[in-house]
């Protein structure tokens, strides 16, 4: 049935734990299949820039299963003109032929784009929420050109930050003090902080600025202690 595979996309996506990103399996396109389908529908570019990847093969599926679609298009296209019809007016099998290869196109698209923006979404909130560093296990999930975007933004955050001369990925809730009690949970060892220099061993802890201690508690280093 036309147009299952990319519902099982965005339904796989949107069944994920929110904010979390799935793996990427590397699926690979020749130069001439790439060039190809940029040319005949101006989603594709935007859609390879974006991905390198497919989630159990399945965006490469609906890729493919869209150049056919418009393969099917153009064909039924010829058949109405040497036929001597006009393409506008004409109501026959193949203008009804047209018009599902032609929803089924659209419809595969927007399942393509929709998994694109949400993957792209998550991927901008972890800048915020982790910072510039992203955990190995996260960044296995990613493909070479998700990467170059968490890069990209993460450089143009940075530009602007400190063009304001302030960090605007501390403090999202206003504190109640500036200062938190913590307990190093891996070894960071000796770092200078804003008003002091410490040495970060596991299992100690330590009574810090907020400002310095989130980027250790959002890579989990470090954890705060409450109550």
Known sequence: MFGRTACQLVKELSSAEKGQL????????????????CE???????????????????????VKECSTHYLELQSLMRKIQEEGMD?????????????????SLMRNKRCLMAYVYNRAEIIRNLRWKIGPVLPQEIHEKLSYSEEEYFKNHSTALESYMSELELDLTVDMVPPKD??????????IGEVLLSDQSANLARHSMHFLKRIDAEQFISQGLMEELTG
């Open 87 to 103: 393409i506008q007016t004409a109501r026959n099998a193949d203008h009804f032929g047209m018009v599902i290869h032609h929803l």
């Open 40 to 62: 005949i529908v101006p989603v594709w570019p935007a859609l390879f820039l974006a991905q390198s990847g497919s989630d159990n093969d399945m965006f490469d599926q609906v």
């Open 178 to 187: 500036p200062y938190i009690q913590v307990r190093v949970l891996e070894d």
């Open 22 to 37: 799935t793996d990427f399996n590397e699926y690979v396109f020749s130069p001439n299949m790439r060039k190809f389908l």
